[in-house]
């Protein structure tokens, strides 16, 4: 009797676009610590905010043009674009960083364009990957990729601070570009994975927008983004303010437990349906964030940094792996840039609204409005459910 052959996930496309992934999220991890750069420089929280929260406001207000540029252009192309301007622009920081006040509006032009280059590298990967993927392992294989992503985001941080304490501030974003060239040269043997038909672009981003799905699916990646605002900006000046001198063990352990995560139940969603996964994930992330006030040493900033993980890493693939499955590759690309914009639309907000809750009222309350948001994705979920919003078109 023939056992049929499980599809294949693991090859060398897949493992050369998950370097890719890593080298850039990596660059965009240095990142995490630059709002000690602005305070050093004499910003506030609201500053930090601001400046942090406009990459991705430009990140989100560009989706609809990167998602129609992914489906039309490839996705390799697209990513070619990104992965520059990732590597070119840190250089721009170098001058505008040291002189915060001459430079402020360059310097929020530079996040604007910043937050473009990082739109079109994760929009264009993760499309790339949900094409070579085997459908019935849909989730599992945009899971074990994200993990790419989420070692980047650790790596990054702790590379940043390297550089801070043994070298200079020039150092901290030369650190930023050469992390993003390993990126771009990575993917560059790979082939386009798109193949253009006559109705490739006969649908639109907003038409898909519209979709009841996608709805649902939108508005739970702006809680999540929200969510992610409050630790990606903010963990950093709450260790800095309770005296926690090693930081990036913070995102480290997040990192870590993203992965394993994903490493021990990467084939759940696949089997059970990520509807069912999500109120556990939206829970356990949004904890993670409920505690960080009661943080004072480094263990416990570990355990938070843990717990926090496991709710990303159970989250992001459940969100993406629904919004993608059974969607044509002539619009995977938008569906994408749905999910990934509405995250960054969340994450903009989020900062912005975060520094002004933090600067008024203290990190304390900052923590629990983020994880606050993340638990009321628990409402929009069961009024998804009863309005039946989340059941495919």
């Known amino acids: 009797m023939n056992i049929p052959k499980e599809p294949r996930l693991y090859s060398t496309t897949f493992v050369a676009m998950a370097g890719a992934n890593f080298a850039v999220a990596a660059s965009f991890g240095v990142f995490f610590l630059f709002p000690l750069l602005i305070e050093k420089h004499g910003g506030t929280k609201t500053d ?8 991705a406001l430009a990140a989100t207000l560009c989706r609809p ?9 490839g996705r390799k192309h697209s990513y070619t674009i990104g992965s520059l301007l990732m590597t070119l622009l840190p250089f721009g920081y170098i001058t505008l960083a040291n002189d ?35 459908p019935a392992r849909l989730n599992e294989g945009i899971g074990m990729f994200g993990i790419s992503g989420l070692v980047g985001l650790a790596v990054g941080p702790m590379l940043a601070e390297l550089a801070l304490d043994r070298w200079s501030e020039p150092a901290f974003f030369l650190t930023a570009s050469c992390l993003a060239a390993i990126g771009f040269f990575c993917h560059l043997p790979l082939a386009e994975t798109l193949v253009r038909g006559r109705s490739d672009t006969a649908i639109g981003f907003w038409a898909v927008l519209r979709q009841r799905k996608m709805v649902l699916i939108a508005i739970l990646a702006v809680l999540f983004g929200f969510g992610l605002a409050g630790a990606g900006n903010f963990v950093a000046p709450l260790a800095a303010e309770r005296r926690i001198a090693f930081v990036s063990l913070y995102f480290l ?7 394993l995560i994903r490493l021990l139940g990467g084939r759940l969603a696949d089997r059970v349906g990520e509807q069912r996964i999500l109120p556990y994930a939206l829970t356990i992330a949004g904890a993670g964030l409920l505690a960080l006030p009661l943080v004072q040493s480094h263990l416990a900033l570990a355990a938070v940094g843990l717990a926090s993980g496991c709710g990303h890493g159970l989250l992001y693939p459940a969100l993406n792996s629904w919004a993608i499955r059974n969607e044509p590759a002539a619009v995977r690309g938008k569906v994408t840039g749905i999910y990934t914009g509405a995250l960054d639309a969340g994450n903009f907000s989020g900062s912005l609204m975060l520094g002004l809750v933090g600067e008024w009222y203290g990190l304390s309350t900052l923590f629990v409005v983020a994880g606050g948001a993340l638990l009321t994705g628990l409402l929009v979920l069961t009024w998804g459910n009863r309005s039946s919003l989340c059941s495919s078109r």
Request: aromatic share 12%; glycine share 10%.
């Open 65 to 73: 043009w990167v998602s129609q540029l992914i489906d039309r252009l």
């Open 253 to 259: 352990c997040y990192s870590a437990a993203a992965v």
């Open 100 to 134: 915060l006040a001459a430079g402020y509006l360059p310097l929020l032009g530079l996040r604007i364009v910043h937050g473009v280059g990082l739109a079109l590298c994760f929009t264009a990967c993760f499309t790339y990957v949900a094409d070579i993927v085997p």
């Open 48 to 55: 930090i905010g601001l400046i942090m929260g406009v990459f």
